[in-house]
């Protein structure tokens, strides 16, 4: 995919979440935003997700420029998926009923070409024999996974994961990271909210460092996190690397 | 996974660590918790795997339980009976035991008409509330705040002498189940209400982004975790409602209460013609609430 980000203002009431910010990126696979918290990552990519819309500016996927009206949101949002930090799966249903509810529902499966599009990947992660237990029955990493595969069966263009191992604790927080670095193997683009600096440097082809409401720093990982020019920037590296 | 022939048994712990065991049932089993009142509230942490046998016995000692205690409270009445002065004299009652067999009918077909419709009433006046706009948000307001502001007695009497008579509605019984829906429903509309309210915003969010339309978002979504939330307060109401009907009798509805009133006329005998009034309440109001029971745990999702 191929990303620009013209002049994005996003305001709440007095409050510039987001202040002019401008991004483009080259043709990459999986773009990683970092920053310091309230410094508007999680605003960005809800507008990049079509949740939101901004006070001002653009957003354009390969050609492609979202338009902010409910309606071709809507048909934008049934293209591409969203992994949030509380999973947020639908606690009344089962794992694999809140993997066939899209698909039925918004993609006009019937229930039967449903059931057997999820049975591969539950498998595949290792989810098959939890798939009739409900959320509350699973652990907060088979929950963010189970919340990975509702996006991802779909088949979304692309998936945007917003701080998806931020509520977990470390053990599920590498089962849920090797989750989203097969994905990128398997081909699947994605814009991916962290604070998990080596995952983020080990998966992303490009960062941009998100801060005061703008794109403080953008580029390959390794350049992003060598940027010492920046004060900002490397005050914050100091000091989640520490 | 738990092994064959156990049950899993799970503790709700309250600040004063009192246990009450939860039961995660399935069949038959089910029933007989929802009967006996094993089942209880979600339970959180701790989870204990015993043996069927043991849990039959914790049922068991339950409905033992249930049954001292309708037994003594049973002999008390009856005792109680034997203290009023005169003599009890059910032959009269008897007789006219056709009567209060039609009033029950019509009672539970008032009931279960003015059900459905104060259900439907109170979800649409609830989505009046929680509306944007500000005009359809104050109509649901002032509904709910005059028709809960306002004795049942006046509306059914207004409604009747006054309203239906404006609009050429002549039929007694159409009248009475739309006062007691529209009665009812405002109440439900706060309940509903406050389970809608209580849905995580997350929720909703969730549903957008995999592309749901508004409606299907309410429907698949918001709705059955709000059923669950408010299904005990709903069947509170829902118990009431029939309760209220009795009140239907003003406006000369021959449903229960009426009849019972009118067998009273004929026999003198007040007290033996309200014994079976309240037992025929009873045998209205007990199985809707163990079916709001039985519901309430069939919609279970611990959190």
């Known amino acids: 995919m191929r990303l620009t980000i013209k002049d994005l203002t996003q305001t709440f009431g007095t409050t510039r979440v987001l202040d002019n910010l401008s991004l483009e990126t080259g043709s990459v696979h999986a773009l990683v935003l970092v920053g310091p918290s309230g410094g508007g990552k999680s605003t960005l990519l809800r507008i990049l997700a079509g949740l939101d819309t901004p006070t001002s500016g653009t957003v354009t996927f390969d050609d492609t420029v979202l338009q902010p009206d409910e309606a071709s949101l809507r048909l934008y949002r049934r293209t591409v998926g969203t992994v949030f930090q509380s999973y947020n ?10 993997l066939i509810l899209p698909l039925v529902h918004v993609h006009g499966l019937n229930r039967e070409e449903a059931i057997s599009r999820v049975e591969e990947p539950l498998r595949r992660f290792h989810l098959y024999e939890h798939a009739s237990k409900r959320p509350a029955e699973l652990s907060g990493g088979q929950n963010q996974r189970i919340a990975i595969l509702r996006a991802m069966v779909v088949k979304p263009k692309r998936l945007f994961l917003d701080e998806p191992t931020s509520a977990l604790d470390p053990e599920m927080t590498a089962e849920v990271l090797d989750m989203i670095e097969s994905l990128k193997e398997s081909g699947t683009d994605f814009v991916l909210v962290t604070h998990a600096m080596n995952f983020a440097r080990r998966v992303a082809d490009e960062i941009a460092f998100i801060g005061d409401g703008t794109a403080l720093a953008h580029g390959p990982a390794n350049i992003v996190f060598e940027d010492t020019e920046n004060s900002r920037v490397a005050t914050f590296f100091d000091q989640v690397l520490r | ?194 389970g809608l309210n209580a849905i995580p915003k997350t929720q909703r969010d969730s549903a957008r982004a995999i592309g749901l339309t508004q409606w299907q978002s309410f429907r698949l979504v918001i709705l059955p975790q709000a059923v669950r939330l408010v299904l005990p307060a709903i069947a509170g109401q829902l118990v009431s409602l029939i309760k209220d009907s009795s009140l239907l009798s003003v406006i000369a509805i021959s449903e229960l209460t009426l009849n019972a009133r009118e067998v009273n006329s004929f026999t003198y005998s007040t007290l033996e013609s309200y014994v079976p009034l309240a037992i025929g309440y009873l045998m209205l109001t007990l199985p809707l609430s163990a079916t709001a029971r039985w519901l309430e745990a069939s919609f279970r999702y611990e959190r």
Not at chain 2, 73 to 92: E, I, M, R, Y
């Open chain 1, 89 to 98: 799966l639908f606690p009344h249903l089962s794992a694999r009923e809140n």
């Open chain 2, 1 to 194: 996974m738990q092994a064959r022939g156990l049950f899993c048994i799970r503790y709700w712990v309250t600040k004063v660590k009192t246990r009450i065991p939860i039961v995660r049932k399935k069949g038959l089993l089910a029933a007989f918790c929802f009967i006996t009142g094993t089942a209880k509230r979600p339970a959180t942490e701790l989870r204990l795997y015993i043996s069927s046998r043991t849990l039959y016995a914790i049922s068991m000692s339950r409905s033992f339980a249930h049954l001292i205690v309708a037994v003594a409270v049973t002999s008390l009445l009856v005792l109680a009976c034997f203290q009023v002065p005169g003599d009890w004299n059910w032959s009269g009652v008897w007789e006219y035991r056709q009567k209060f067999i039609y009033g029950w009918l019509v009672t539970l077909g008032l009931s279960l008409a003015a059900l459905v419709l104060s259900v439907a009433i109170g979800l649409v006046i609830a989505l009046f509330l929680g509306a944007r706009n500000p005009l359809i948000e104050a109509t649901g307001r002032i509904y709910v705040e005059i028709i809960r502001g306002t004795p049942l007695l006046v509306q059914l009497l207004l409604g009747f002498y006054v309203i239906a008579n404006a609009v050429g509605l002549e039929n007694r019984f159409v009248v009475g189940t739309l006062v007691l829906a529209a009665f009812s429903g405002a109440y439900m509309a706060e309940i509903f209400r406050g």
